[in-house]
Every structure is written in structure tokens, then in C-alpha cells.
């Protein structure tokens, strides 16, 4: 071995141990947000799709038992007959085996062919009665929900057309009742995902798509884009929160009111500069502001959550949004182009503390 091929050996390893450890360091996953505040998303919700919580996702989950058990057989009747071969036929010590080569054997090569064909035929038949029974549209006894998704760089937009009303971001619906959504997207495909709930449904320009979904008892489920759709995609998640039918109802009517724009004091102040800058992108129902390239806020501080269900909606991170957003949540707002409708994203807007502190409170109003 030559000196350099000795040099070029001992740096190889160094720069594998570097790899390692630049590994564990990058997989840290951190708890607490951009702010250095508690992660608004829980950890004790997983987004699991073996632990489903209505019927779309439970067939799913059965489905995907049936292939679990079958594969693990096969696996296990495969393995054994290897090791069991693997020591039986070994070759001892001072043997000098001659190997008889054999070519073709029937009875074999049938049961090896008709075997297999037949456990696919077992995981075809509900696999593709599942696939076309989730596709199929709910039935009309069934009295579903509907709501019509749309997806966004890098958000949700959900609206009720039976109450008449536009949302972000949170989804509520009745527990117990099917939800029909009808979906499509603005600019790039995106995919709606709620493991507990449902399988992935892929939302595409130009297009409608279908997903029905349903929880079974009210609770708050967490999901998430499930197709890479740019720049900040691992933040484009949503949360579906299920409710009694009563429970709804009340929500439900409650958002389809107007807004009640405050007559004096600072919320006043900021409606004047929501109006002024806000209200090129933004919905606020009731009032002047009706841009729709971005979410609608009439309701906004009935939002347990903002930025697509990413941070706590709560004062410290609103305040950092207003100065900020791309510092909180990484967008590309300065490919926006609101003539053609482009909006990548809220971009910074020069506001003085003052105007920060007349929007917060205006918000705040928005229950
Ligand atoms: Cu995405």
C-alpha cells in the first residue's frame, strides 16, 4: 500500500464517522417551535392509519391486516424451508458431495405457480372491493356532509356550501355522519391526508376529486399534505375536528355570520389598516375586504391554530407573523404575482408596532 492510498483509507473513515454524526444530529426532532414554544401539534395524536377512528379508515386498516398476515406467512414458510435446506444439504466436513444437477421438475413448478396465484387472488378480490367502495359516492340515505376542499400553496381552504360559508385550515365535522369532500386545487397537486380518518386523495388543478371521510366519535384528528408541493409543504397540515351533530350545528352557524367590525378604539385602528393592506388577499365577510387568495378571516380567533394548523394561535406568534411570516413559516412570497392570481405566500409588510397592535386586537374581535 502507498502512503497515499494509506492517507486516503484513514480519511474515508473520518468522513463516514462525520456522516453518522451529522445523521443523529439532523434526526433530533425538535418539540417546541420556531418561537421556542410548546409544539402546537401533539404528540400524543398520532397520525396513524393503524389506529383508525371511522369506517373509510377502518377498512383500510383491515385491508391492510389481511396483506400483513398473508405476507408474514409466506415469509415465515419461505424462511424456515431456506434454513431448514440451508442446514440440512450443508456441506461437512471431508464430504466431497457430488451435485447431481436436475432441470425442470412439474409437481413443483404447478404448486410454485398455482400457489402464489391463488394468495393473490385472496388479497385482489377485497382489495379491489374496498378501492371501489371508497371511490363510490356516499349514499343518499347516508344524508353526507358535503364540503368542497381546496388546496393552496401551502394551505387549506374548506367551504360549506349547504351553510354558505369559507374556512382554513380546520375542519369540523358531525362524528358519526359521512363527509363527502369535492376538491381541487389552485395551483400545484396536493394530497389530503388524514390517516385516522381516510386514505390519501390527491387534490389536482383543473380537476374535482372525492374523499368521504367519517370519525366515529368526536374528538380532534391531525393531518397533513401528503404530496410534496413546494417549499413549505411539511407545513401544510390541517386538523379535523369532530363534534356531536348538536355541536356542529351551533359552529356551523355561528361561521356562517358576517363579521362585526368594531366602531372605536384599537380594533378600529386596525380594520383601517386591514382594509389598506390586508385586503388584497384576504376575507373578511360582512365588510369590504373579499380578496380570496388567501384564508378567509372572518372567524379567524375561532381558529385554535394558523399558517395551515402549524402554530398555536395565540398573541406571541401572530405578532411574529404580522412582522414576519416568512420567518415563521418559510414561503416564497416574492414570487407572488396578484394580477394573475399567484400568492406564494403572505409577504412582509413594513407594519410599525402600532399597526401590529390595532390588528392583533381587530383578530381578536373576529370570534
Ligand atoms: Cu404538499
Same mark, same amino acid.
Given at each position: 500500500?502507498?502512503?497515499?492510498?494509506?492517507?486516503? %483509507?484513514?480519511?474515508?473513515?473520518?468522513?463516514?464517522?462525520?456522516?453518522? &454524526?451529522?445523521?443523529?444530529?439532523?434526526?433530533?426532532?425538535?418539540?417546541?417551535?420556531?418561537?421556542?414554544?410548546?409544539?402546537?401539534?401533539?404528540?400524543?395524536?398520532?397520525?396513524?392509519?393503524?389506529?383508525?377512528?371511522?369506517?373509510?379508515?377502518?377498512?383500510?386498516?383491515?385491508?391492510?391486516?389481511?396483506?400483513?398476515?398473508?405476507?408474514?406467512?409466506?415469509?415465515?414458510?419461505?424462511?424456515?424451508?431456506?434454513?431448514?435446506?440451508?442446514? @440440512?444439504?450443508?456441506?461437512?466436513?471431508?464430504?466431497?458431495?457430488?451435485?447431481?444437477?436436475?432441470?425442470?421438475?412439474?409437481?413443483?413448478?404447478?404448486?410454485?405457480?398455482?400457489? $402464489?396465484?391463488?394468495?393473490?387472488?385472496?388479497?385482489?378480490?377485497?382489495?379491489?372491493?374496498? +378501492?371501489?367502495?371508497? @371511490?363510490?359516492?356516499?349514499?343518499?340515505?347516508?344524508?353526507?356532509?358535503?364540503?368542497?376542499?381546496?388546496?393552496?400553496?401551502?394551505?387549506?381552504?374548506?367551504?360549506?356550501?349547504?351553510?354558505?360559508?369559507?374556512? &382554513?385550515?380546520?375542519?369540523?365535522?358531525?362524528?358519526? @355522519?359521512?363527509?363527502?369532500?369535492?376538491?381541487?386545487?389552485?395551483?400545484?397537486?396536493?394530497?389530503?391526508?388524514?390517516?385516522?380518518?381516510?386514505?390519501?386523495?390527491?387534490?389536482?388543478?383543473?380537476?374535482?376529486?372525492?374523499? /368521504?371521510?367519517?370519525?366515529?366519535?368526536?374528538?380532534?384528528?391531525?393531518?397533513?399534505?401528503?404530496?410534496?408541493?413546494?417549499?413549505?409543504?411539511?407545513?401544510?397540515?390541517?386538523?379535523?375536528?369532530?363534534?356531536?351533530?348538536?355541536?356542529?350545528?351551533?359552529? &356551523?352557524?355561528?361561521?356562517?355570520? $358576517?363579521?362585526?367590525?368594531?366602531?372605536?378604539?384599537?380594533?378600529?385602528?386596525?380594520?383601517?389598516?386591514?382594509?389598506?393592506?390586508?385586503?388584497?388577499?384576504?376575507?373578511?365577510?360582512?365588510?369590504?375586504?373579499?380578496?380570496?387568495?388567501?384564508?378567509?378571516?372572518?372567524?379567524?380567533?375561532?381558529?385554535?391554530?394558523?399558517?395551515?394548523?402549524?402554530?398555536?394561535?395565540?398573541?406571541?406568534?401572530? %405578532?411574529?407573523?404580522?412582522?414576519?411570516?416568512?420567518?415563521? /413559516?418559510?414561503? @416564497?412570497?416574492?414570487?407572488?404575482?396578484?394580477?394573475?392570481?399567484?400568492?406564494?405566500?403572505?409577504?412582509?409588510?413594513?407594519?410599525?408596532?402600532?399597526?401590529?397592535?390595532?390588528?392583533?386586537? +381587530?383578530?381578536?374581535?373576529?370570534?
Amino acid at each position: 500500500m502507498t502512503e497515499d492510498e494509506a492517507t486516503w %483509507r484513514r480519511n474515508r473513515r473520518l468522513l463516514m464517522l462525520l456522516v453518522l &454524526a451529522a445523521m443523529l444530529v439532523v434526526s433530533a426532532c425538535a418539540g417546541t417551535d420556531r418561537l421556542g414554544l410548546e409544539s402546537v401539534v401533539s404528540d400524543d395524536i398520532p397520525q396513524n392509519s393503524l389506529n383508525p377512528a371511522g369506517p373509510e379508515a377502518r377498512q383500510i386498516d383491515d385491508l391492510w391486516w389481511l396483506v400483513f398476515w398473508i405476507a408474514t406467512a409466506v415469509f415465515v414458510v419461505v424462511e424456515a424451508a431456506l434454513i431448514y435446506m440451508v442446514v @440440512r444439504f450443508r456441506q461437512r466436513k471431508g464430504e466431497d458431495r457430488q451435485v447431481k444437477q436436475v432441470h425442470g421438475n412439474t409437481k413443483l413448478e404447478i404448486i410454485w405457480t398455482i400457489l $402464489p396465484a391463488v394468495l393473490l387472488t385472496v388479497i385482489a378480490i377485497p382489495t379491489v372491493a374496498t +378501492l371501489l367502495d371508497l @371511490r363510490s359516492a356516499p349514499d343518499p340515505s347516508d344524508n353526507a356532509l358535503q364540503i368542497e376542499v381546496i388546496g393552496h400553496q401551502w394551505w387549506w381552504e374548506f367551504s360549506y356550501p349547504e351553510y354558505g360559508f369559507t374556512t &382554513a385550515n380546520e375542519l369540523h365535522i358531525p362524528a358519526g @355522519r359521512q363527509v363527502y369532500l369535492t376538491m381541487t386545487s389552485a395551483d400545484v397537486i396536493h394530497s389530503f391526508w388524514v390517516p385516522q380518518l381516510a386514505g390519501k386523495r390527491d387534490l389536482v388543478p383543473g380537476r374535482e376529486t372525492n374523499l /368521504k371521510i367519517e370519525a366515529d366519535e368526536p374528538g380532534l384528528f391531525l393531518g397533513q399534505c401528503a404530496e410534496f408541493c413546494g417549499l413549505a409543504h411539511a407545513d401544510m397540515r390541517l386538523r379535523v375536528f369532530a363534534s356531536t351533530e348538536a355541536e356542529f350545528e351551533t359552529w &356551523a352557524l355561528a361561521q356562517a355570520q $358576517p363579521a362585526n367590525l368594531p366602531a372605536a378604539g384599537p380594533a378600529a385602528d386596525g380594520w383601517e389598516t386591514f382594509s389598506a393592506v390586508c385586503a388584497s388577499c384576504h376575507t373578511i365577510d360582512g365588510t369590504s375586504a373579499g380578496a380570496r387568495l388567501a384564508p378567509n378571516l372572518t372567524h379567524f380567533a375561532s381558529r385554535t391554530t394558523f399558517g395551515s394548523a402549524t402554530f398555536a394561535n395565540e398573541e406571541q406568534h401572530l %405578532r411574529q407573523w404580522l412582522a414576519d411570516p416568512s420567518s415563521l /413559516k418559510p414561503m @416564497r412570497p416574492e414570487l407572488n404575482d396578484l394580477e394573475v392570481g399567484r400568492v406564494l405566500g403572505m409577504p412582509k409588510l413594513g407594519l410599525t408596532e402600532d399597526q401590529i397592535d390595532g390588528l392583533i386586537a +381587530l383578530l381578536e374581535t373576529l370570534e
